[in-house]
């Protein structure tokens, strides 16, 4: 793989490796993907609760609740993921 230079740090820049290799997922990508995926799981959540209590207001407010508490507990477990080193495989490029 070819390097290539970052001027303004003066030092040079590795390219991205694939899935699973060394490189370090940073926090704003984990709340990137929990906000994405909580879109998804609040839209579901807002459904069900729709269809069990048939009160739109009810349903909204359920969802909206689950949320934010939802986004915060898919970061925590994506960071405690990221550290466990279960399943993971050494990097045999470097």
Do not use: C, N, Q
């Not at 003066?10 to 899935?19: F, S």
């Not at 060394?22 to 069900?48: F, L, N, Q």
């Not at 069990?52 to 969802?63: D, E, M, N, Q």
Request: aromatic content about 12%; overall charge positive; hydrophobic content about 50%.
């Amino acid at each position: 793989m070819a390097t290539t230079f970052d001027e303004a740090a003066a030092k040079p820049v590795a390219p991205e490796r694939a899935v699973g290799s060394s490189v370090v997922e940073p926090h704003w990508r984990s709340i990137a993907k929990a906000v994405s995926w909580r879109a998804v799981g609040t839209i579901d959540t807002i459904v069900i609760s729709f269809l069990v209590t048939g009160k739109v207001k009810f349903a909204l407010s359920i969802g909206f609740v689950e949320l934010f508490t939802k986004i915060v507990l898919f970061y925590l477990h994506e960071r405690a993921w990221h550290r466990i080193p279960y399943g993971r495989v050494p990097d045999r490029t470097e």
